[in-house]
């Protein structure tokens, strides 16, 4: 057999014993328990984040707790929030937004059960983004799930945020999800990762859209309003303003051959837009976590565009919040992105995008505006710099008609996103 075939069997073999050991320490602490009567008010919320690490160095995580955490004081002015976390970093940042850290990612799920009744929550949000499909690591998937079905087991409102679900789902999470509290709701984003779920598995599901829809944005803060200063005086110069993100995780473990191709069809693409049309670009940062973050792509374009495009050129190194992210995408005409949440941030201002993918994410996505699928571009064509010039000066000059289309469907995405907290919503309340 081939040595790469064996290890793949390796990692299946070990993958299978770690979630088997998860299942079986659930059903020991809290399965055939019966479950308690729930609590119908809203005082205290558990968030369990799909990045317990670091916790907000993926600003789409940050957009979708910031999102939950506003719509649900309009109910409960006064909620308590905590958030599950497994390292120092991840705990300093829960203090930095106001969140209890509760230290229980890396504990047996007895132990978990033990501290989320220490913390005596009422309700509970999954972030399961785009994880729960197993594709990064089935056993994190896998012990997400169970330590939601544990709080659910407990008399906890639980609901999994509408996450997406790629067309390569990780068949050893299928009887975890199968197995869940029929109490939690599980919410999918998209219609596309709506289908795929439902064959998947046997588990009741609701589509939804994307919670991060919810998030207001914030205009506040030196840099961001030094940003909108610049756009209104590029756009007064009679310049389109053009929201580029790109990241290395286009490509999954990507090689410093595969990042550089990626920078240098960027660095072309928007080097012809330039010369052929009046546009600026506004460099848009929305991940920071190092190796993986947007930086390492945005700073080498940044750095070869700097002396040609000058004054049409704004590349923003502070590490922004998500809501002052959605606020700066506001001042865009329109925006290209590899980020999902980028994206999500940008359509919920009324803007335009077009997507660099990967994972199958952004179908679905486009599918609640009706919105053409030509502006979805692989990974591998991103980095061929004449397909990536193509779908980029097409995008600006189909700008008036594409922000249409948004902002007609812009309202009832909304409502969507409002369904994904109908089951952590005190009994009084309507979403």
């Known amino acids: 057999m081939p040595l790469e075939y064996l290890k793949q069997l390796r990692r299946r073999f070990f993958a299978w014993r770690d979630i088997s050991a998860l299942i079986r320490q659930l059903a020991h602490h809290v399965r055939g328990m019966p479950e308690p009567s729930e609590s119908m008010a809203l005082r205290r919320l558990l968030i369990l984040p799909s990045d317990p690490w670091t916790l907000v160095g993926a600003k789409g995580d940050e957009a979708m707790m910031q999102a939950v955490v506003g719509r649900l004081r309009q109910y409960s002015s006064d909620l308590q929030v905590g958030v599950i976390t497994a390292t120092p970093v991840a705990h300093a940042a829960a203090g930095q937004l106001g969140f209890v850290s509760v230290p229980a990612w890396d504990c047996s799920l007895g132990e978990?059960?033990?501290?989320?009744?220490?913390?005596?929550?009422?309700?509970?949000?999954?972030?399961?983004?785009?994880?729960?499909?197993?594709?990064?690591?089935p056993v994190t998937t896998s012990r997400m799930l169970l330590m939601a079905d544990a709080a659910a087991r407990h008399g906890v409102r639980v609901s999994i945020l509408g996450f997406s679900f790629n067309n390569r789902p990780n068949s050893l999470v299928k009887p975890v999800f199968e197995g869940l509290s029929k109490r939690m709701a599980i919410n999918v984003r998209d219609r596309v990762s709506f289908d795929r779920f439902r064959a998947f598995c046997n588990a009741p599901c609701r589509l939804v859209a994307d919670s991060a829809f919810m998030l207001e944005a914030d205009f506040s803060g030196d840099t961001v309003q030094a940003v909108e200063r610049w756009s209104t005086s590029r756009r007064a110069a009679g310049d389109v303003i053009l929201g580029f993100n790109m990241h290395p995780m286009l490509f999954r473990h990507a090689s410093s051959a595969q990042i550089n191709a990626l920078v240098g069809s960027a660095v072309s693409a928007l080097r012809a837009v330039a010369q052929r049309r009046r546009v600026s670009v506004l460099l848009l940062s929305h991940d920071y976590r190092g190796h993986d973050g947007d930086d390492v792509c945005l700073a080498p374009i940044a750095l070869a565009l700097a002396d040609e495009l000058g004054p049409q050129l704004n590349y923003p190194t502070t590490q922004f919040s998500a809501a002052q992210l959605k606020a700066m995408a506001s001042f865009t005409d329109g925006v290209v992105t590899g980020r999902m949440h980028l994206a999500i941030a940008t359509l919920g201002m009324g803007r335009p995008v077009a997507a660099l993918t990967y994972q199958d994410k952004f179908q679905g996505l486009f599918a609640h505006f009706e919105y053409p699928e030509r502006f979805l571009l692989t990974p591998a064509a991103a980095a061929q710099a004449s397909s990536l010039t193509a779908m980029v000066e097409e995008f600006v000059d189909r700008l008036p008609e594409l922000t249409k289309c948004v902002r007609d469907h812009l309202p009832a995405v909304r409502e969507a996103s409002f369904l994904n907290l109908e089951r952590v919503l005190p009994s009084n309340a309507v979403a």
């Not at 033990?114 to 594709?135: C, K, N, R, T």
């Open 112 to 137: 978990v059960a033990s501290q989320i009744e220490a913390f005596h929550p009422d309700a509970m949000v999954v972030l399961g983004a785009d994880v729960l499909d197993g594709y990064y690591n």
